[in-house]
């Protein structure tokens, strides 16, 4: 059982140190399943051990795979090329990429397959993944739009040309076309992954897919901007290095700026190839972050930079932020809740946009706010940054971090930041 409640102490001062992100949650679970797919040994490197990879890792296990945990860091993967059936439904939690990815791959399995998660991941959507997959002529059902999925499988992908709307979530794209190479062997049948609407989430975790499909033997070719042709060579056993996760890092950019201290996080901004990097050209204009963001290719990141905007100079209207409602909680809101529990009428919804009403002086003052994380590991890690600059800031469930960084507060304390009122 986690703590129910800790309060941020201000440090008073700027934070500096040395304090790295752990290994990117996007990454490894895409590295988890593609060498968990493969046929042979494959040592991955780098790694996030977090819940949500653990519920990647202990699924492939109930598939046949073995995945050894040598270190803290490092997963070794050994495949026979073919996920086997499950003796009992897959629990992913609130995994989102671990849920998305294997209701596509668990169409490989000869036999039933049911992929389920936790209350929160029994609210997000994943019926339109699901209608691309039964057109493909998989039979797979989740009656209520979202997990529990059953798939039943007959022991191969389908080929052929699917539509997928990604309005969404684009991890239904990423979940297709790492399945795409595992239609039946020797078979000369690619699969066309194609986007319905114009519309998807953030584009940048498509590239991460292919990256990591490519490491891993596969062959994709990107026919126009919405079109990918995937051909059937199934996946080859790799060493693969994660790098760290820029969705983490956001939190120490931006404690350095709101304190002004110097985290030395051991790589480069420009160094990452996650979509949620982009956040440091922004983090590094604060004060003076613009006047609208446009947060629908930075979007895990948007939590980091609504908490910092509230210490602006001018206001911040974040647009494109519409998928934030169907994360781990409506994330809009539970922004929203948070910054007027800590001042009243610093945040406003309209529509499905967030306007931070910017207010310095919060800065040095003692406001008693419980935030409600409602279990979701950012809106804890984002309304910590607001505990370094303002007095009794109290997170709820603050253990909730470990869906994707599992040391976040030992991290910070590492850097100077002390915790009252843990229970
Ligand atoms: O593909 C990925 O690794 C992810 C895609 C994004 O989700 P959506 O595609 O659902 O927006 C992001 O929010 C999530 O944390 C990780
Ligand atoms: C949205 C997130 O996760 P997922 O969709 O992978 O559960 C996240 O980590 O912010």
Known sequence: MGRAKLTILPPGKPLSGRAMPPGSKSITNRALLLAGLASGTSRLTGALRSDDTRYMADAL???????????????????????????????????????????????????????????????????????????????????????????????????????????????????????????????????????????????GYVDLTLAAMQAFGAKVEQIDAATWKVEPTGYSAADFVIEPDASAATYLWAAEVLTGGAIDLGVAATAFTQPDAKAYELIAQFPHLPAEIDGSQMQDAVPTLAVLAAFNETPVRFTGIANLRVKECDRVRALSLGLNAIREGLATEEGDDLIVASDPSLAGQTLPAEINTFADHRIAMSFALAGLMIGGVTILDPDCVAKTFPSYWDVLASLGVEYTDIV
């Open 61 to 203: 296990r109930a598939m046949g795979v073995s995945v050894d945990e040598p270190d803290e860091t490092t997963f070794v993967v050994t495949g026979s090329g073919k996920l086997l059936p499950p003796s009992a439904p897959l629990f992913l939690g609130n995994a989102g990429t671990a849920t998305r990815f294997l209701t596509a791959a668990v169409a490989s399995v000869d036999g039933t397959v049911v992929v389920d998660g936790d209350e929160h991941m029994r609210k997000r959507p994943i019926g339109p993944l699901v209608v691309a997959l039964k057109s493909l002529g998989i039979d797979a059902e989740a009656p209520t739009g979202c997990p529990p999925v059953t798939v039943r499988g007959n022991g191969h992908f389908a080929s052929g040309r699917v539509e997928i709307d990604a309005g969404l979530s684009s991890q239904y794209v990423s979940a297709l076309l790492m399945a795409g190479p595992l239609v039946s062997q020797g078979a000369n049948a690619p699969l066309t992954v194609a986007l319905a609407g114009a519309e998807i989430g953030a584009r």
